[in-house]
Nanobody
Framework: QLQLVESGGGLVQPGGSLRLSCEAS????????IGWFRQAPGKQRESVSC????????NYADSVKGRFTISRDNTKNTVFLQMNSVKPEDTAIYYC???????????????????????WGRGTQVTVSS
């Protein structure tokens, strides 16, 4: 049973940077497509970024494109989200997720369909404030 644990969240000033980590256990992460999601108070959870199983393709929400970068280190069984030039509207709980059965082997999606992700972490809080 795959387990995911996020870390790296905290308080950061606008324009600053954070790197979130998601460590996997109970499975080999390079067998999974992965994604990062976030949920702000009173709002639905939204997709932020994703990566295909082979790591060759990534996708980003328009709101974070050019500022955030998803990556993975398979030797550490860990996925990362590098957050640069953060804004107050980035404030949310951030979750990582994984699936063995992505909708496509060659593409991933940052839409509202999240049911394909069957493994989820508990989340880590990111607060962007001056």
């Amino acid at each position: 049973q795959l387990q995911l644990v996020e870390s790296g969240g905290g308080l950061v000033q606008p324009g600053g940077s954070l790197r979130l980590s998601c460590e996997a256990s109970g499975g080999t992460l390079n067998e999974y497509a992965i994604g990062w999601f976030r949920q702000a108070p009173g709002k639905q959870r939204e997709s932020v970024s994703c990566m295909t199983t082979d790591g060759k393709n990534t996708n980003y929400a328009d709101s974070v494109k050019g500022r955030f970068t998803i990556s993975r280190d398979n030797t550490k069984n860990t996925v990362f989200l590098q957050m640069n030039s953060v804004k107050p509207e980035d404030t949310a709980i951030y979750y990582c997720a994984a699936t063995l059965k992505p909708r496509s082997p060659s593409r991933c999606y940052v839409d509202g369909f999240q049911f394909e992700y069957t493994y989820w972490g508990r989340g880590t809080q990111v607060t962007v404030s001056s």
